[in-house]
């Protein structure tokens, strides 16, 4: 089987936007599992993911309160098509990011985490997959807001795409 999936990240709704894009509900409504790696902000947001998606895996992040902490933990892992998958908000400074989340995630084949809203795609010298989706809502210094899309299949991660968020 393959299993379609949406890496976001950093949404910050009501602070950063009001509401999600349009774009990112619908990348939802085609995902088979949805990640999102935390700075949610409301309650109400993770009520509507938990409403729109087939599975969602989530956690919080530094900006989530004790309304989402009580109900996200700060790590997840799961097995999806035999491709082990880890998630956390925060990796730390990117130097040294590969070898710190080798060691702190050895079981993992993939890590999705957030926090910077900079995208990222790298592997570990032993092969751990490290991915930030950005954020849909909060570019920072980024050119555009993005998130990532992939599809896993057959113990194997393929085509993992940065998306650009189109603005009306």
């Given at each position: 089987?393959?299993?379609?999936?949406?890496?976001?990240?950093?949404?910050?709704?009501?602070?950063?936007?009001?509401?999600?894009?349009?774009?990112?509900?619908?990348?939802?409504?085609?995902?088979?599992?949805?990640?999102?790696?935390?700075?949610?902000?409301?309650?109400?947001?993770?009520?509507?993911f938990?409403?729109r998606?087939?599975?969602?895996?989530?956690v919080?992040?530094?900006?989530?309160?004790?309304?989402?902490?009580?109900?996200?933990?700060?790590?997840?892992?799961?097995?999806?098509?035999?491709?082990?998958?880890?998630?956390?908000?925060e990796?730390?400074?990117?130097?040294?990011?590969?070898?710190?989340?080798?060691?702190?995630?050895?079981?993992?084949?993939?890590?999705?985490?957030?926090?910077?809203?900079?995208?990222?795609?790298?592997?570990?010298?032993?092969?751990?997959?490290?991915?930030?989706?950005?954020?849909?809502?909060?570019?920072?210094?980024?050119?555009?807001?993005?998130?990532?899309?992939?599809?896993?299949?057959?113990?194997?991660?393929?085509?993992?795409?940065?998306?650009e968020?189109?603005?009306?």
């Open positions: 089987m393959t299993a379609r999936l949406l890496l976001v990240s950093d949404t910050h709704v009501p602070v950063r936007a009001r509401k999600l894009p349009d774009q990112i509900w619908a990348a939802v409504a085609s995902a088979d599992v949805v990640f999102h790696a935390g700075d949610w902000v409301s309650v109400e947001l993770l009520d509507e938990e409403q998606s087939r599975r969602l895996v989530g919080y992040g530094n900006n989530d309160g004790d309304d989402l902490r009580l109900r996200l933990p700060e790590t997840a892992a799961v097995t999806l098509e035999g491709v082990r998958f880890a998630m956390i908000h990796t730390g400074q990117a130097a040294g990011r590969e070898q710190r989340c080798e060691a702190l995630f050895p079981e993992a084949d993939v890590l999705v985490f957030g926090h910077s809203h900079i995208p990222w795609d790298s592997t570990s010298r032993h092969g751990l997959r490290l991915l930030n989706p950005g954020s849909p809502t909060d570019r920072r210094r980024q050119p555009v807001c993005t998130y990532m899309t992939a599809t896993v299949a057959d113990g194997a991660l393929l085509n993992v795409e940065l998306v968020v189109q603005r009306p």
